[in-house]
């Protein structure tokens, strides 16, 4: 990254950080109420302060191993950034290994893929495991016979810790719906063809 590209993305963290919402004197970093009770849950430190995440590997190459003990790379020698609040495309024909960086990048290649290189997070050096990062695929994974609110309710009783009570889940599932604008359609199923959830 050149000099003049470091001090434009230092100045859009500046900025962000200076906007960030807080509630009861904690930045909150525009993270989802249940995102946030997970993220703290995981990370198991006080919720404070710039909770974004930088994004840089290099050298990253991957290689799969076929049937016959034959190898290919899919990916060779990529290096590149993300920086958090921004846009940054990812293009290339089918097949290219868009998908594969992805999972890479979020811990989840497959168990005949081999990871090499350094991804940083933040500066330090660190091995993704799964569920540590996570991207929107373009396929729908939803089940498409609950609701929106039956959904998130689902997510947030895999997720959440056991001890934690229901009636506490239930709050994080109301908020998220909410800090999602997602009130008009919360009870619409998924899967229906005749009511859908838009903006």
Request: charge should be negative.
């Amino acid at each position: 990254m050149r000099g003049e590209e470091r001090s434009t993305a230092g100045q859009v963290m500046e900025d962000m950080e200076a906007n960030m919402p807080s509630r009861n004197g904690i930045v909150v970093g525009g993270l989802s109420p249940l995102s946030e009770t997970l993220w703290r849950d995981k990370t198991c430190t006080e919720f404070m302060g710039d909770v974004s995440a930088r994004l840089t590997w290099k050298d990253l190459t991957v290689t799969v191993t076929l049937g016959k003990g034959e190898t290919h790379k899919v990916l060779e020698g990529l290096t590149g950034y993300a920086e958090p609040g921004t846009l940054t495309a990812l293009m290339g024909p089918s097949g290219s290994g868009k998908s594969t960086l992805l999972d890479a990048l979020a811990g989840r290649l497959a168990t005949n893929a081999f990871l090499s290189g350094t991804i940083l997070i933040n500066g330090r050096k660190t091995k993704l495991s799964f569920g540590a990062a996570a991207y929107v695929t373009q396929d729908d994974n939803l089940i498409g016979t609950l609701t929106v609110r039956e959904t998130i309710w689902y997510s947030a009783r895999l997720r959440l810790p056991d001890k934690m009570p229901r009636e506490e889940k239930r709050a994080l599932v109301e908020s998220t719906i909410m800090e999602m604008g997602l009130q008009d359609c919360a009870d619409t199923v998924i899967g229906s063809e005749t009511g859908t959830c838009e903006e």
